[in-house]
């Protein structure tokens, strides 16, 4: 039996054949040529993909679902093929090069205390991209975000940063985790249709032991939205994910205080946006 490969990919696709691709083309030829695994998940798409990505990756393992299983059921089929001691998560609509992944790779064995960590997130202009990393989404914390986006006073964050730091999450756009922390808390939460998944990888995660860390030093181009749905389609599954998040961490008091805020709070965002596009 050969020897398992030092880290294996999983990329999710779900009708963006093109977009996978050229996500494909930044890493995957040369990763493969270093002995790396990589795993495309084609979750449910109409539009030709699989077929496609084998012809032009023919040394990708292609997974196909019948149906789309979410951002979570789609990459944990691929985790439950994947045989690396490290796995990456990378979205289609990211562009990364070998050598960030391969130096983020080279960061667990650096610090043995880290079980999650993500490349530096970087717009397609460039910028470091927002909401990249946080804290854990308490109430309190989310008092004071929201209150800082109502009075326009910025992020909590500086999403700027240019050295490694440990924080409460990562964003799962491209985001590493060692084989032994994945062992002891187990594959993303199903129960999630979109977004909180990653938020409850880590926090499952810190809760074993392991750190959390945000690492700048190894970026990727975060092309952003390219696969997700619409954005109100977008903004209701943020929100009920927000919701299970709590019920499945904060208990049924703070889940029922949240569900209270939710309300006011997005009718207050509405009345800024309306307002600001009227000015």
């Not at 990249?132 to 909590?156: F, N, Q």
């Not at 922390?181 to 199903?190: F, R, S, V, W």
């Not at 889940?255 to 509405?270: E, H, N, V």
Request: positive net charge.
């Amino acid at each position: 039996m050969s020897a398992p490969p030092s880290a294996s990919i999983v990329t999710l696709n779900y009708n963006t054949r093109e977009l996978t691709s050229q996500c494909l083309a930044s890493f995957a030829p040369a990763l493969h040529q270093c002995g790396w695994q990589i795993i495309v998940v084609d979750n449910g798409s109409i539009d030709g993909s699989a077929d496609a990505l084998r012809a032009r990756y023919p040394f990708a393992e292609v997974i196909v679902s019948d149906r789309n299983l979410g951002f979570a059921g789609g990459n944990n089929l691929g985790l439950r093929r994947a045989r690396g001691r490290v796995l990456f998560l990378i979205n289609s609509d990211v562009l990364a090069s070998a050598e960030a992944l391969q130096g983020l790779a080279g960061q667990f064995e650096v610090h043995p205390e880290v079980g999650i960590l993500s490349a530096g997130l970087r717009t397609a202009t460039g910028e470091a991209q927002a909401f990249a990393y946080g804290d854990d989404p308490t109430l309190g914390y989310l008092m004071r975000r929201g209150a800082r986006a109502l009075l326009r006073r910025g992020p909590l964050h500086r999403w700027n940063v240019d050295q490694p730091i440990e924080t409460g999450w990562v964003s799962g756009a491209c985001l590493a985790i060692r084989r032994e922390a994945l062992e002891q808390i187990g594959l993303l939460d199903e129960r999630f249709p979109l977004y909180f998944e990653d938020n409850d990888w880590c926090l499952r995660a810190r809760q074993a032991g392991w750190k959390v860390v945000y690492d700048p030093r190894f970026s990727v181009t975060h092309l952003g939205g390219r696969s997700q749905p619409q954005r109100r389609t977008a903004n209701q599954l943020y929100y009920r994910s927000m919701i299970e998040f709590y019920a499945k961490h904060y208990g049924a008091l703070r889940t029922g205080l949240l569900r209270g805020a939710l309300a006011p709070y997005r009718m207050l965002i509405g009345v800024r946006a309306a307002v600001d596009r009227s000015g």
